[in-house]
T-cell receptor
Framework: DAMVIQNPRYQVTQFGKPVTLSCSQTLNHNVMYWYQQKSSQAPKLLFHYYDKDFNNEADTPDNFQSRRPNTSFCFLDIRSPGLGDAAMYLC???????????FGSGTRLTVV | DQQVKQNSPSLSVQEGRISILNCDYT??????FLWYKKYPAEGPTFLIS?????DKNEDGRFTVFLNKSAKHLSLHIVPSQPGDSAVYFCAASRRWNNDMRFGAGTRLTVKP
């Protein structure tokens, strides 16, 4: 089945230790998103790719970076995780011209 | 700046009754609205959408109503079933824009 896959489902990292979350898709959608969701809050858009064009939200911390080496894969790099970065990170894709997103199951990040 | 608001964090209804989930938005540029459903440990899944040229869209037991003048939309589930118990997110965007803003979600519990 075509889908959006996020690995790992659960990630524990040490304070200040770089961590990478991954997202892959078999839908061949050209738009990919990363959202951060903290408990009981709305998912917050961090950045998105329109094909290879990177779009950063104005309030996304510099600590967060992203890479999209090809259509299928997108990575979220957190250079120096702080306790406040503990959250669920959601990857989503969208085909150009359609409004609905397809989400992955998310990666829950814990910072210790 | 939360542009999409779901003011009820939780809702409990009896099986067979109607569930009404509400959502308000502040950005008058939004012209496409969606509802997503999220089960624990899974990513959000698309449920139903509505364009601003309509005021109602129906899909089986699910109906979304849009009141543009009030910047308000609602999701009606009739009849409610225990399997509908989940967190429901309201989202809004400009259709051809990559920016989708989410509400914080409403946790629906349908009691048998």
């Amino acid at each position: 089945d075509a889908m959006v896959i996020q690995n790992p489902r659960y990630q524990v990292t040490q304070f200040g230790k770089p961590v990478t979350l991954s997202c892959s898709q078999t839908l061949n959608h050209n738009v990919m998103y990363w959202y951060q969701q903290k408990s009981s809050q709305a998912p917050k858009l961090l950045f998105h790719y329109y094909d290879k064009d990177f779009n950063n939200e104005a309030d996304t911390p510099d600590n967060f970076q992203s890479r999209r080496p090809n259509t299928s894969f997108c990575f979220l790099d957190i250079r120096s995780p702080g306790l406040g970065d503990a959250a669920m990170y959601l990857c989503a894709t969208r085909e150009q011209g359609y409004g609905g997103y397809t989400f992955g199951s998310g990666t829950r990040l814990t910072v210790v | 700046d939360q542009q999409v608001k779901q003011n009820s964090p939780s809702l409990s209804v009896q099986e067979g009754r109607i569930s009404i989930l509400n959502c308000d938005y502040t950005n008058s540029m939004f012209d496409y609205f969606l509802w997503y459903k999220k089960y624990p440990a899974e990513g959000p899944t698309f449920l139903i959408s509505i364009s601003s040229i309509k005021d109602k869209n129906e899909d089986g037991r699910f109906t979304v109503f849009l009141n543009k003048s009030a910047k308000h939309l609602s999701l009606h589930i009739v009849p409610s079933q225990p399997g509908d118990s989940a967190v429901y997110f309201c989202a809004a965007s400009r259709r051809w824009n990559n920016d989708m803003r989410f509400g914080a979600g409403t946790r629906l519990t349908v009691k048998p």
